[in-house]
């Protein structure tokens, strides 16, 4: 079956830090792939997706590529601020699962000032 | 922008009593979702909805739990004889379309404390 697999956190960086929280899946169909992020006390955000391989998706500086030939979709931010603290979930829609969610079991982010 | 809203947010039960969970899907929306997120575990599928009937369940969907759109805008999870093990954080969510482009938008969660 579908599964995703994350890095374990915590992840802990300095503000203006560089990130990456790696993230690779295996699915049989051709899956679109996401990034959800949850902050503390609240529920689970979009934060970017991409559908097919070679995609990018990007928001509020956050990046990730569909990445076929590695069956990877790393999270990417330059530089992070205090207020990017949170739990981020990587996750896949594979149509032949009939589109539900698999999540990865999440990676949690600490920026410190 | 529209949301997904879910009722209550938290919910304190005592143990083999029946618990419904609430929620209101995006208005334009057609595909239901409930996961469930087990303390310190991963976010777990449970059920999809579409058409006024199940789509896809898990495993973990047994005969205790159910799901029903009674109205036409509320989507509820009713788990009949709650377990200590029910004890989560469940999350609805709602899709426009089937589209693999179209993402699911969660609602804030619910979380089932079962005594």
């Known amino acids: 079956g579908d599964s995703v697999t994350q890095m374990e956190g915590p992840v802990t960086l300095s503000e203006e830090a560089f990130l990456t929280i790696n993230c690779t899946y295996t699915?049989?169909?051709?899956?679109?792939l996401f990034w959800y992020v949850q902050y503390p006390g609240e529920g689970l955000q979009l934060l970017l997706k991409?559908?097919?391989?070679?995609d990018k998706g990007s928001n509020k500086g956050f990046e990730a590529t569909y990445r076929k030939e590695t069956t990877s979709f790393h999270l990417e931010k330059g530089s992070v601020q205090v207020s990017d603290s949170a739990v981020y979930f990587c996750?896949?829609?594979?149509?032949?699962?009939?589109?539900?969610?698999?999540f990865g079991g999440g990676t949690r982010l600490m920026v410190k000032p | 922008e529209p949301e997904v809203t879910q009722t209550p947010s938290h919910q304190v039960t005592q143990m083999g009593q029946e618990v419904i969970l609430r929620c209101v899907p995006i208005?334009?929306?057609?595909?239901f979702y409930w996961y469930r997120q087990i303390l310190g575990q991963k976010v777990e599928f449970l059920v999809s909805f579409y058409n006024n009937e199940i789509s896809e369940k898990s495993e973990i969907f047994d005969d205790q739990f159910s799901v029903e759109r009674p109205d036409g805008s509320n989507f509820t999870l009713k788990i009949r004889s709650t377990k200590l093990e029910d004890s989560a954080m469940y999350f609805c969510a709602s899709r426009m379309d089937r589209g693999t482009n179209q993402p699911q938008h969660f609602g804030d969660g619910t979380r089932l404390s079962i005594l």
């Open positions: 699915a049989t169909g051709y899956p679109s």
């Open positions: 208005s334009n929306h057609l595909y």
């Open positions: 991409a559908t097919k391989a070679d």
């Open positions: 996750a896949l829609s594979d149509p032949g699962a009939g589109n539900m969610l698999t």
